[in-house]
């Protein structure tokens, strides 16, 4: 865990509680898990199916987002991949990636969650956690420009 760098995130797991911590942004995606230091200190390797998400936190607030939290209420507002998870347990949650499949990675899927003025910044998703992803919408598609507003007839320009 070299590095200055580190990350507050809260890891939520399937089968036990949540497991506050540190992670290197840049490092803490390994073959065997997630590398995290503990808040007590330890070094641990988290392996991917006992990951559910990997929220990263403004804090170490243990309150699970609430269930109207986890969905997009209306389109949003950022451009991006609007994408809809379903876990292995059931549960669906929506997340906002970016449009560039260079920054996808091998192991899960990174994105910012529908609330994201709340205690979680960014979240990521082990692939082993999910059993169906689908692509909602694409916001802010550069394929479509938009047209130009037609001038007013009469209108006067400023600096003629």
Do not use: C, H
Request: charged share 25%.
């Amino acid at each position: 865990m070299a590095g200055s760098t580190n990350k507050k995130v809260m890891i939520r797991r399937f089968d036990r509680e949540s497991l506050p911590g540190f992670v290197n942004p840049q490092a803490y995606l390994q073959v065997a898990g997630i590398e995290i230091l503990t808040a007590s200190g330890n070094l641990l390797v988290v392996p991917y199916e006992e990951v559910k998400a990997l929220y990263f936190v403004r804090d170490f607030d243990t309150e699970e987002p609430p269930a109207e939290s986890r969905v997009f209420q209306n389109r949003p507002k950022m451009s991006g991949v609007w994408i809809r998870m379903k876990f292995r347990d059931g549960e669906v949650m929506d997340g906002l990636m970016p449009n560039n499949l260079l920054q996808l990675e091998a192991y899960g899927f990174t994105f910012v969650p529908p609330n994201a003025g709340s205690n979680s910044q960014k979240v990521f998703v082990p692939r082993t956690a999910l059993t169906d992803v689908q692509i909602v919408g694409v916001v802010g598609s550069p394929l479509r420009s938009r047209k130009a507003k037609p001038k007013p007839e009469g209108q006067i320009e400023l600096f003629e």
